[in-house]
């Protein structure tokens, strides 16, 4: 869903005061770190544990370094969410199993399903999302934070940024 969250906000970005343009006018330091924990956590290891601590590691180090560009204090908050209970739940996201068979959602390498809600379960992927295109998630609470976190980004883009 984070692609079409980005789309969603580069678009609103474009028709509301062309903002986007203003990108390269940001300092973002460490830009070159967050494409790697997303190809760390797409790798198919069994064992995630350790790749997911370090992935999320790195995330939050960038969202640290660009604290101060609006929005990354909601992204940083958000992804340290997702990896305290990815981090409790042995490197995977927790999943509500019957939302996600409501859905008809398929589990990833990334993920594992839980069959009752309980306290394992708060902060992982149970709010159901349809979208108007037919795409179909479980978001947790900590994605939600990052998603309003990019779209803050995105709409408040100024021509100079200190």
């Known amino acids: 869903m984070i ?3 980005f789309i969603i906000a580069l678009l609103l970005s474009l028709i509301l005061k062309k903002r986007i343009f203003h990108l390269d ?4 330091k460490a830009i070159y770190l967050f494409p790697v924990p997303f190809i760390i956590q797409i790798l198919p290891f069994q064992q995630r544990g350790l790749l997911m601590a370090i992935s999320y ?3 939050f180090a960038a969202m640290i370094l660009n604290w101060k560009i609006n929005g990354f204090k909601f992204m940083a908050a958000g ?3 997702n990896a305290l209970v990815i981090l409790f739940n042995n490197g995977k996201m927790p999943v509500y199993e019957p939302f996600a068979r409501m859905l008809e959602l398929d589990l990833t390498v990334k993920h594992t399903f839980v069959y009752s809600f309980s306290e394992k ?3 992982g992927d149970w709010i159901p999302i349809i979208l108007p295109w037919a795409r179909k998630f479980l978001i947790s609470p900590g994605d939600i934070l990052i998603y309003a976190g990019v779209f803050i980004f995105f709409l408040t883009i100024e021509k ?3």
């Open 160 to 162: 100079t940024h200190r």
């Open 79 to 81: 992804s340290a969410m």
């Open 3 to 5: 692609l079409d969250v």
């Open 57 to 59: 590691g790195l995330l």
């Open 121 to 123: 379960l708060i902060l």
């Open 25 to 28: 006018k940001l300092e973002i």
